[in-house]
């Protein structure tokens, strides 16, 4: 076999541009590597994992669960236990679309060692639901006519409250002081007052008090707290949070049950220490819209953006809020507001700075919420030298007049409108300067609700830490200064709307400051 | 003399295409071996069309692992073979195979929604059309004109030049 010159340029033709291309390939993706690993580094983000919980061992905790509504059966599944009628539900969802993955997810959920013993609902049909769905063989689930019986009945050690806002604090507290562990939700109580009863309740109980604020779960929220902490977006200024509903679901118009009646529900047990007004079936299932037993914006939604940044930032108490607002798009009988601006002003509140000591201090935390328009605005940090945008998922942008970062943006190395750090719970590794398309991936919310690649339901983890902690000890992630804070910054955002004034703090005294013949009470409960 | 020229344009051209394709390959191969934290998650998870449960499937461990560095190692393959002209009829089934599964991953069908495309597509997209010009490659190997089959068969050439 003989090669000429031309046979080997023809034969080894090849081999060059093979070397050219693998070459740019290597030199960019190191190149593009090293960049993004210097960011990161310089960044120095701690993403979280998700924190060891101690099982419970030993016989299961009995559990009660006291209010089976909406909310009562959402807990209750996250406990293990679904009803019947949502587990043909979410069969018949699954086989008409694949995609449908509730039940799929339902039944992958860890077992807690639980057993649901009892129930506690006003309402006959839920609390035969209860009994129905839940009670096996050698396990009835028994009814109690009141709390106070099933607290006291030696059935239960654990209770979960899932009952309008006015039954909270009486339920909890009477739970604590007689030893048994409680689960409340949200807001933690429906006055003032029943705020430091609560308080001291919690304090003297050796039984473990959690507020229901679930996203205290979040993997990501764990993750912004180390972002703020190393200063990443400097001096935060502005925060903004927001709901957007625009259902009738979301404006609390829910579903009224035709079975509902004098006769099934023991309507003087409903009202409680609300003004006593004939049966109403329209404020039985639609509580949320009346002072008298819910708590408005400020007490049902706002709770969960406030607790969701004083879990990051732990600012506490404003020091002063203002709220503005009104029934602009309901006016259907309701009187808590559907639109509702709160600013909460916290004027010695830091998360560091970068610039000239002293420069900057103080936070305004914005709450803007309407119930007419479903428009997604996403909570947003304003710091002065990055934006982070805080979710299931976080993104952070550097500020274009960054003195923190100004060496890497005028380096080109950052880019204002490209974020910097966006962490995502459902990949792998975070991305440092993401690219388009995984901003697209994770703007789709597909990555964002795994743990180790598992979609898990927060309020899962949020009720397996209270139940560990009431077996193993230990602190739970939203106790009763947590619970302190969200209540009593919650009353003073409703209690500003109502007297259309300021309503200050006093941190020294650890109380509201008083305005001369007003009972903020009376006013949290009044219709208007 | 026309026919003779025809068939020298022909095979200068499928050789052109061979080394633009697996110039395309073979970049794609190395960018993802030099970025750790490359992967194809995105991409699987946001799968659509008929085959979506299977490539959901191989989005989840351990399985991702394994088509992460297969995606690379045959995009490699096709670009080695296609650059160097050896084995190029291999490196073509394998590039076919590897499009096909890219294709059906985001079929590019109107009733779905298209998921990070940069141009306009009507059941036909770019990597369909790739896949087809893999065929070519498939059907003309030409690493005999252009690349180490040169050398390594050099026998055989001159007889595959006369009937092509």
Same mark, same amino acid.
């Given at each position: ?7 080997? !340029? ?99 959920? #860890? ?9 506690? /609902?006003?309402? #006959? ?48 507290? /009477?739970? !604590? ?70 259902? #009738? ?18 309507? /003087? ?31 049902? !939604?706002?709770?969960? #953006? ?102 890497? $943006? ?52 949020? $009720? ?65 | ?73 045959? %995009?490699?393959? &096709? ?21 096909? %599964? ?12 298209? &998921? ?34 040169? %050398? ?13």
């Amino acid at each position: 076999m003989k090669w000429t010159r031309r046979d080997v !340029l023809k034969g080894l033709g090849g081999i060059p541009i093979l070397g050219a291309v693998w070459w740019a390939g290597a030199a960019n993706a190191v190149s593009k590597n090293r960049e993004r690993t210097a960011i990161l580094e310089q960044l120095n983000i701690q993403p979280s994992l998700p924190s060891a919980v101690k099982a419970i061992e030993g016989e299961p905790v009995r559990v009660g669960i006291i209010g089976f509504g909406i909310r009562g059966e959402q807990l209750c599944r996250a406990l293990g236990y679904a009803t019947k009628e949502w587990l043909e539900e979410m069969e018949q969802a699954a086989k008409e679309d694949p995609n449908h993955s509730r039940l799929k997810d339902f039944l992958n959920q #860890d077992k807690l060692n639980i057993k649901l013993t009892a129930v506690c /609902d006003v309402y #006959d049909v839920r609390a035969e639901r209860v009994i129905d769905s839940f009670s096996t063989d050698d396990a009835q689930v028994v009814r109690f006519k009141t709390y106070q019986e099933m607290i006291r009945s030696g059935k239960v050690d654990a209770v979960v409250i899932a009952t309008p806002d006015h039954w909270h604090a009486p339920m909890a507290i /009477d739970a !604590l002081e007689n030893g048994i562990h409680a689960y409340v939700e949200k807001p933690m109580t429906h006055t003032v007052s029943e705020t430091y009863r609560l308080r001291e309740a919690a304090e003297k109980s050796k039984a473990v008090l959690m507020v229901g604020h679930q996203h205290r779960q979040t993997m990501s929220f764990q993750t912004a707290q180390d972002i703020v902490t190393k200063g990443v977006l400097g001096h935060v200024s502005l925060v903004q949070t927001n709901t957007n509903r625009n259902d #009738d679901n979301g404006a609390w118009n829910y579903h009224i049950e035709d079975e509902a009646t004098p006769q099934t529900i023991d309507w /003087d047990q409903f009202l409680g220490s609300a003004p006593k007004i004939p049966f109403n079936k329209n404020h039985f299932f639609r509580w949320r819209k009346w002072w008298a037993y819910g708590s408005g914006l400020s007490g049902d !939604l706002l709770t969960h #953006d406030y607790d969701r940044l004083n879990c990051v930032l732990k600012m506490g108490i404003p020091s002063s809020v203002t709220t503005s607002g009104g029934i602009y798009t309901h006016n259907d009988g309701r009187n808590v507001p559907d639109v509702l601006q709160v600013n909460m002003e916290f004027p010695e509140f830091s998360t560091g700075s970068s610039q000239a000591k002293g420069k900057e201090k103080g936070m305004t935390f914005v709450y803007s919420a309407t119930l007419g328009n479903g428009f997604n605005r996403p909570t947003i940090l304003m710091g002065h030298d990055g934006t982070m945008e805080l979710g299931n998922r976080l993104t952070i942008w550097p500020d274009s007049r960054s003195t923190k970062y100004a060496g890497l $943006l005028e380096s080109g190395k950052m880019n204002p409108s490209i974020p910097v750090y966006s962490y995502d719970p459902g990949a792998s590794v975070p991305d440092a300067v993401s690219s388009a398309t995984s901003q697209y991936f994770a703007d789709k919310g597909l990555m964002w609700t795994y743990i180790n690649g598992a979609r898990v339901d927060s309020t899962f983890l949020h $009720l397996r830490e209270w139940l560990s902690c009431t077996r193993n000890g230990g602190k739970v992630s939203c106790g009763i200064n947590e619970g302190f804070d969200e209540a009593i910054s919650a009353h003073m955002g409703g209690l500003s709307y109502k007297l259309g004034r300021k309503i200050e703090w006093d941190a020294a005294t650890q109380r509201l400051v008083p305005i001369e013949g007003i009972d903020f009470d009376e006013v949290l409960l009044s219709s208007m | 003399m026309t026919e003779t020229k025809r068939k020298w344009q022909l095979k200068h051209s499928i050789v052109l295409l061979r080394v633009l394709i697996g110039w395309h390959f073979l970049y794609e191969g190395v960018i993802k071996l030099y970025n750790p934290d490359w992967t194809s998650f995105g991409y699987l998870a946001t799968a659509q069309g008929p085959l979506e449960p299977l490539f959901l499937a191989i989005a989840k461990e351990p399985m991702i692992g394994w088509a992460d560095t297969l995606n690379w190692l045959a %995009l490699m393959f &096709v670009g080695i073979t296609f650059l160097l002209g050896i084995f190029e009829k291999k490196g073509a089934l394998v590039g076919i195979l590897l499009l096909a %599964l890219y294709y059906l991953a985001h079929p590019a069908f109107p009733w779905l929604q298209q &998921v990070n495309v940069e141009g306009s597509y009507w059941f036909i997209n770019k990597n369909l059309i790739e896949l087809a010009a893999c065929l070519v490659i498939y059907q003309f190997p030409t690493g005999q004109y252009f690349g180490l089959t040169n %050398l390594f068969n050099k026998d055989k050439e001159q007889t595959k030049t006369e009937t092509l």
